[in-house]
């Protein structure tokens, strides 16, 4: 499939209910070259109607911790397991990710990243492991293949808890450093 084929076929999904609700499918933005791919849980308010992903407060707040460990958001690419907005942002259904997955694991073969970092527990069990703990496991490194995966607190967890922020520090710090030590 080519990116304009996988674009397509996602803005037109109506693989689950959440097609009825949604104004925007959040497809994901970025550099579709890129060595690091971020993947969120599910577009929020502000990504449902912008149709991208992570411009609300807690997109805002990831933006600083790239910021901080000097990565340029435009040279990540930035995608969510789920394309549509669940109502009330409640945590997705095993059936809504099983109906959107496919999308993402297409997105994953045209990028080919050396990275993948889940922003939270929700991607986190998606992709890695289903009884990943994320106070436990945040930032560990997990081999798969081709790249390698790691996962960080999601960034809306440290606007209800900021106690986490020196640790989401740590880990975003050790992500540039692999990041950079895979480009050599
Ligand atoms: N939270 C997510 O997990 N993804 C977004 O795109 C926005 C908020």
Redesign the pocket.
């Known amino acids: 499939m080519t990116w304009d084929e996988l674009y397509s076929a996602c803005s037109s999904c109506q693989g689950c209910e959440l097609a009825k609700t949604r104004t925007n499918c959040?497809f994901g933005t970025g550099n579709r070259n890129a060595d690091i791919l971020f993947v969120?849980?599910?577009?929020?308010e502000?990504?449902d109607l912008s149709g991208?992903?992570?411009?609300?407060r807690?997109?805002q707040l990831l933006d600083k911790y790239l910021y901080a460990v000097d990565i340029n958001r435009e040279d990540v690419y930035?995608?969510?397991?789920l394309k549509c907005r669940p109502p009330k942002?409640r945590d997705p259904l095993p059936a809504e990710e099983d109906a959107c997955i496919d999308y993402l694991r297409e997105q994953v073969r045209l990028i080919k990243p050396k990275i993948i970092v889940c922003?939270?527990r929700?991607?986190a069990m998606r992709l890695i492991k289903p009884d990943f703990k994320i106070s436990k496991e945040h930032g560990t490194w997990f081999e798969k293949g081709s790249y390698v995966m790691t996962a960080v607190y999601?960034?809306?967890a440290l606007l209800r808890d900021p106690r986490r922020k020196e640790e989401m520090l740590a880990d975003m710090q050790q992500i540039k450093s692999k990041l950079d030590s895979l480009k050599d």
């Open positions: 959040v969120g849980e599910a577009p929020g502000q990504e991208t992903p992570f411009v609300g807690a997109g930035i995608a969510n397991i942002n922003l939270g929700i991607a999601h960034p809306a």
